[in-house]
């Protein structure tokens, strides 16, 4: 039994606390091991012997880590019932010292009381009540131990120390190896996609636009500010993919005033990370989405702010989309809004039908000299073609300062402009102006041209 001074110590407040994160931990575990097995055993589409495998390994995985997670429920359970049972003996015996035990009354190591002159005052009937508390707080405290110790032997069983410091460490390393694979990366892309589509993404198209949509920035160069994000819902095209733009700084370094401005120190890469580029936009012909996300910008001082895109969208009924963006830099100087600093451009995104069952784009428009763009294609099952390579004029340190302010065409050039262009002479012209890109939680539709 645990003495008087032991006993008033004690803080059971925190037993609710640790029975609150134990189910949190055991809900998460089971929306991880359901959502798993859904992927392996539904959505992904296996053949042969791997595939079995893969399905055998999705069904042991799902049972060791539902076992673990009733190992949770059972530690929850247990730490909330020693909270409630344990609350209010310590709390009168707190209650009891507090007010009766004054001198000459004594209560010793073994909770005998002694110097009490009238037991039938109100001080003796509550000191006679210590007996009873400390048998019930002793009791509760058994009781509710044992089973918070045999969930924990259970958890120790189920997940040993030495196996959660090597899947510990086998996560770092593969966040190290691919930072996109991180997993609160990977959820926090899948719950952005939820929020816009009402599914979970499934196919690699899906994946993709998930990426785009998610709504944190992983970088640690980027502080944990987050990116600037732009949606609009346009007409889907099947079977045309998802279309991925990125506009990048290829040095490590760029000038500016009064400090430079890191890069994104990279060449044309067909398997872009999203977060690795100035502004990427995203056209989703699978599920009917137009994405633009502006990532922050960084000093050499590690200074981080985000700017936010002016981006507006058309959408032919043939498919196509014509895309105006203007995306400055937050560190830009006072003034050279007025001169053009700025990532801008006109581009169009055009579908066409290719060799049978090859889905093709063409793209054409007017961008700035700077910095880099790249464009490129995914079918619905993840391989990419190149669209559009366009190399900034100058890949150097002073790139920005010299060739933002100038444009040049590309690919079919401002020729694929015409069918968006306002006939005046038409009294509802209005209804064609492009629709400017709003938030993910609330996408406006794209004007479809008439």
Do not use: C
């Amino acid at each position: 039994m645990a003495t008087p001074n032991e006993v008033l110590s004690w803080d059971v407040s925190e037993l609710q606390a640790i029975a609150g994160r134990a189910t949190e931990i055991a809900d998460v575990i089971i929306a991880a091991s359901d959502s798993m097995y859904s992927t392996i055993h539904d959505d992904l589409v296996w053949k042969g012997q791997a595939g079995r495998a893969a399905e055998d390994k999705a069904d042991r995985e799902r049972t060791q880590m539902r076992a673990i997670a009733t190992a949770y429920d059972d530690l929850g359970a247990a730490a909330a019932g020693a909270a409630r049972d344990m609350a209010h003996p310590l709390a009168e015996i707190r209650t009891v010292f507090q007010h009766h035990v004054v001198a000459p009354v004594t209560v010793a190591e073994d909770w005998t009381v002694s110097g009490v002159k009238d037991w039938s005052s109100e001080s003796g009937v509550q000191l006679s009540r210590l007996a009873g508390l400390v048998s019930a707080l002793d009791d509760a405290d058994a009781r509710w131990g044992a089973k918070i110790g045999q969930a924990n032997q259970d958890l120790d069983a189920l997940a040993p120390e030495a196996v959660l410091i090597a899947a510990t460490a086998a996560t770092a390393d593969t966040k190290q190896q691919d930072p996109r694979a991180d997993p609160d990366r990977l959820r926090t892309s899948a719950a952005a996609f939820t929020q816009v589509f009402g599914r979970a993404p499934s196919s690699a198209t899906d994946w993709k636009t998930a990426e785009a949509l998610n709504p944190n920035s992983y970088d640690t160069k980027y502080q944990g500010v987050p990116p600037n994000i732009k949606v609009a819902k346009i007409e889907p095209v099947p079977g045309q993919g998802i279309v991925r733009a990125a506009a990048y700084i290829p040095a490590a370094q760029v000038f500016n005033v009064p400090e430079y401005d890191l890069g994104d120190n990279r060449s044309e890469d067909p398997n872009f990370d999203p977060e690795h580029a100035r502004v990427v936009t995203y056209v989703d012909y699978e599920n009917g989405l137009i994405i633009t996300r502006q990532n922050p910008s960084v000093t050499t001082s590690g200074e981080v702010k985000v700017g936010e895109p002016e981006v507006a969208a058309q959408q032919l009924p043939n498919g196509s989309v014509l895309i105006q963006y203007d995306a400055a830099n937050p560190f830009a100087p006072p003034g050279s809004d007025l001169s053009g600093h700025s990532v801008n451009g006109e581009l169009v995104i055009a579908p066409s039908s290719g060799n049978p069952g090859t889905p093709r784009v063409v793209a054409g428009g007017e961008i700035t000299d700077y910095p880099s763009m790249e464009i490129y294609q995914d079918n619905s099952a993840g391989t990419n073609r190149p669209v559009l390579i366009d190399a900034a004029d100058s890949g150097s340190q002073w790139g920005p300062f010299a060739n933002l302010p100038s444009f040049h065409e590309v690919g079919g050039g401002k020729a694929m402009f015409e069918p968006f262009e306002a006939d005046f002479s038409d009294p509802d012209w209005e209804q064609n102006k492009p629709t400017p890109l709003g938030s993910s939680s609330n996408p406006p539709t794209t004007v479809v041209v008439r």
